[in-house]
Structure formats: structure tokens, C-alpha cells
């Protein structure tokens, strides 16, 4: 059974910072391209950050240079670091696991992120 648990979320006044984390069972962690996305009422999700492999990554314009996503094999944890946060980061923050190779991918309940201006 696979399950993407994901904690760290919570509220923050602008400028500040959270570490998101999502812990993966069930899967071959290192063959999977982990993600986060995020989605607010009203709106499609949106990738905001992904890594392969440990090293390879991809940020949304939007974020970079405030978050940092790694990973860590051994934990099978994903952590997404949020620094300088802003209202417009408010969302509900999903973890997720892709393998295009096999055709599948898994969601994270998701954790609430909101920032106070």
C-alpha cells in the first residue's frame, strides 16, 4: 500500500519560513520523481517543486530562489524548505510520487499552508 504523508504545514507571518516534509512508503523511492504542488479554492493544482535522483530539480518561477526542495533515500522524505514566505503562497500543499516509465503516480493528503501579510 502506497501512502505520502505529508506534515509541516501551519500558519506564518510574511517573510517567514516552513519546512514541509512527506514521508513515502509502499514504493521504490529512488525511482520516482517527487513533487510538490499546491492548490488554492477555485484554482487547478499547481507543480511547484520537483526533484529525480537526489540532485535533479524544477521549481515554478515563482518560488525560486525562496524554496528548496531534497530529498533523503534512505528516509524516504521529501522536504520542501520555504523561505521568505508571501500571502500568495497560501495553499494546500500536496506531496506527490510520478514514475512515467510505469504509468502511475500517488497524492498526499495534502497540509495547509497560510501566510499572514
Known amino acids: 500500500q502506497v501512502q505520502l504523508v505529508e506534515s509541516g504545514g501551519g500558519l506564518v507571518q510574511a517573510g517567514g519560513s516552513l519546512r514541509l516534509s512527506c514521508a513515502a512508503s509502499?514504493?521504490?523511492?529512488?525511482?520516482?520523481?517527487m513533487g510538490w504542488y499546491r492548490q488554492t479554492p477555485g484554482n487547478q493544482r499547481e507543480l511547484v517543486a520537483t526533484?529525480?535522483?537526489?540532485?535533479?530539480?524544477n521549481y515554478v518561477d515563482s518560488v525560486k530562489g525562496r524554496f528548496t526542495i531534497s530529498s533523503d533515500n534512505a528516509k524516504k522524505t521529501v522536504y520542501l524548505q520555504m523561505n521568505s514566505l508571501k500571502p500568495e503562497d497560501t495553499a494546500l500543499y500536496y506531496c506527490?510520487?510520478?514514475?512515467?516509465?510505469?504509468?502511475?503516480?500517488?497524492w498526499g493528503q495534502g497540509t495547509q499552508v497560510t501566510v499572514s501579510s
Open positions: 526533484i529525480l535522483s537526489g540532485s535533479n530539480t
Open positions: 506527490n510520487a510520478y514514475n512515467q516509465r510505469l504509468g502511475v503516480t500517488y
Open positions: 509502499g514504493i521504490m523511492f529512488n525511482i520516482y520523481t
